[in-house]
Antibody, heavy 120, light 110 residues
């Protein structure tokens, strides 16, 4: 059973920074691309960022490009999301999700999520 | 990238079938065979139901099926059960390693 455990969520003031972590286990982490997907309170899912299995390429939604950075440490089976210049509209539960790895471009496993609240 | 369009809500009685539509554009749903569907219960993480427009992962009930025509994908749930109540999201690959979700549909089992 794939395990993904997010951490790092907190209440932060607008303009500040926060780093989320997602610890992976029970699968070969270095073989899979990884995503961050978020969900604002009472709203739908929004894809945020994707990183290739080896960290060589990174992609972002327009809403976070230039402010958020996705990275990974394959030696520690962890993916990160560095969030800078946070805004109220970044308030959401942030999920990490595993890319399927078979070329079908879907999210086959999800973590339980971590809540980020941006408020003064 | 605009969100895919889903109905806000659908409902059905136990045993009936319902269909949830997901409309995109020629840049996402209509360009790739990579629509996936997810079920989410309140306070829980999403769960994969369908990938590749029509493919069902092992372990997912065969009551769930996917289809697509042009820029519109659909999820059909047959033999509705009480535990199917929740939210359903479609998602499409949109090229250059980007993805777009639908706004979500709330399913109520009457």
């Amino acid at each position: 059973q794939v395990q993904l455990v997010e951490s790092g969520g907190a209440v932060v003031q607008p303009g500040r920074s926060l780093r989320l972590s997602c610890a992976a286990s029970t699968f070969t982490f270095s073989s899979h691309g990884m995503h961050w997907v978020r969900q604002a309170p009472g709203k739908g899912l929004e894809w945020v960022a994707f990183i290739w299995y080896d960290g060589s390429n990174k992609f972002y939604a327009a809403s976070v490009k230039g402010r958020f950075t996705i990275s990974r440490d394959n030696s520690n089976n962890t993916v990160y999301l560095q969030m800078n210049s946070l805004r109220a509209e970044d308030t959401a539960v942030y999920y990490c999700a595993r890319e399927d790895g078979s070329g079908w471009h879907y999210f086959d496993s999800w973590g339980q999520g971590t809540l980020v609240t941006v408020s003064s | 990238q605009s969100a895919l369009t889903q109905p806000a809500s659908v409902s059905g009685s136990p045993g009936q079938s319902i269909t949830i539509s997901c409309t995109g554009t020629n840049s996402d749903v209509g360009s790739y065979d990579f629509v996936s569907w997810y079920q989410q219960h309140p306070g829980k993480a999403p769960k994969l139901l369908i990938y590749g427009d029509t493919k069902r992962p092992s372990g997912v009930s065969n009551r769930f099926s996917g289809s697509k025509s042009g820029n519109t994908a659909s999820l059909t749930i047959s033999g509705l059960q009480a535990e199917d109540e929740g939210y359903y999201y479609c998602c499409s690959y949109a090229g250059i390693s980007t993805w777009v979700f639908g706004g979500g549909t709330k399913l109520t089992v009457l």
